[in-house]
């Protein structure tokens, strides 16, 4: 016994590792979509939804329908590990993402029953930026002196956010007036966990430094938890040509939290901050809306460097 343990202290190395890469979408799923807001009617086929307004207006939605992933951008990590035998170690790793702009969303809002109504247009363009813990275990061999290894592992996003721009334009063709609002909004998550798996080389450069490459799978999807309005600004063009610009942000956006806050929840019922389910509903807090998950799976290329003690 004391000679098995003293064989396998003789075999216990510790490393240490960077790495850089890329993320690839592995799974595409709709990311946009809109939601019955007013409980009347909807006629929905994925593409074209028919509505009625407060007003009791028929409204034409034409929506884009996107596909895609969160997960598709850069990725680098610093990792510290541990083998505790020749063949068997763990990893503490410690990730930063950050994704692709993407274009979520598009849609068009006309009132089909008023004639010469105005249109909206409405994009949303995203970005996340994210710190992961990468908790792991290590198998791994030997080939003539290369080492193919497997990772298994869990993945905790800890830090990070979504940046959302809303670019909306309305234009009035009655009085030929136009009206572009650009806002920048926030989104935090939820606790999530998720899962990455990576399958790799190394090839050792001398005694201590070795290069490797990996191929690596995440499936990890985020739930949003609140959001907020950081900034604002509206312009209006007039039929002659003047224009008028306003920071959101000194008027009703700072005055009015229910504007410029949300708070995700699984349901909304009748005692849910939202006007549209709640008629006593109070400006003075956040606006409760449905969550929808985000899903950040990725199929990740990298390439890394590792010193061993």
């Known amino acids: 016994m004391a000679t098995i343990l003293v064989a396998n202290a003789a075999q216990?190395?510790?490393?240490?590792?960077?790495?850089?890469?890329?993320a690839f979408p592995a799974s595409i799923q709709r990311i946009n979509g809109i939601s019955d807001i007013d409980g009347d009617n909807v006629i929905e086929?994925?593409?074209?939804?028919?509505?009625?307004?407060?007003?009791?207006?028929?409204?034409?939605?034409?929506?884009?329908?996107?596909?895609?992933s969160g997960g598709a951008g850069v990725t680098t990590s610093l990792t510290a590990g541990y083998m505790l035998t020749k063949h068997f170690g763990v990893e503490l790793a410690v990730h930063y993402f950050e994704s692709e702009r993407s274009h979520p969303q598009h849609t068009e809002n006309v009132i089909v029953e008023v004639d010469n109504s105005p249109t909206v247009t409405a994009d949303f363009y995203a970005k996340s930026r994210q710190v992961r813990i990468a908790p792991s275990v290590v198998v791994c061999g030997n080939i003539m002196g290369i080492s193919p290894y497997a990772r298994f592992g869990l993945l905790l996003p800890v830090a990070g956010q979504v940046e959302v721009e809303a670019h909306t334009i309305l234009?009035?063709?009655?009085?030929?007036?136009?009206?572009?609002?650009?806002?920048?909004?926030?989104?935090?998550?939820?606790?999530?966990?998720?899962?990455?798996t990576a399958f790799g080389l190394s090839v050792p450069l001398t005694p201590h430094v070795s290069l490797y490459a990996e191929a690596e799978l995440i499936t990890l999807a985020i739930t949003p938890a609140k959001s907020a309005i950081v900034s604002g600004e509206e312009r209006t063009y007039s039929a002659q040509g003047n224009r008028t610009t306003t920071d959101l942000n000194k008027i009703s956006l700072a005055n009015t939290i229910?504007?410029?806050?949300?708070?995700?929840?699984?349901?909304?019922?009748?005692?849910?901050?939202?006007?549209?389910?709640?008629?006593?509903?109070?400006?003075?807090?956040?606006?409760?809306?449905l969550a929808s998950p985000t899903n950040y799976n990725s199929l990740?290329?990298?390439?890394?460097?590792?010193y061993t003690f």
Request: cysteine-free.
């Open 12 to 22: 216990a190395q510790f490393y240490l590792q960077a790495k850089g890469g890329y």
């Open 45 to 68: 086929d994925g593409v074209h939804i028919e509505t009625w307004n407060a007003a009791k207006q028929k409204v034409d939605v034409s929506d884009t329908p996107i596909y895609g």
């Open 171 to 196: 234009n009035d063709p009655s009085s030929g007036d136009r009206q572009e609002t650009d806002l920048n909004v926030v989104i935090n998550g939820a606790f999530s966990l998720g899962y990455n």
């Open 258 to 289: 229910y504007l410029r806050e949300k708070v995700f929840v699984n349901a909304l019922t009748e005692t849910s901050n939202n006007q549209y389910t709640n008629a006593h509903y109070d400006q003075k807090m956040p606006k409760d809306e």
């Open 300 to 306: 990740g290329v990298h390439l890394g460097v590792r």
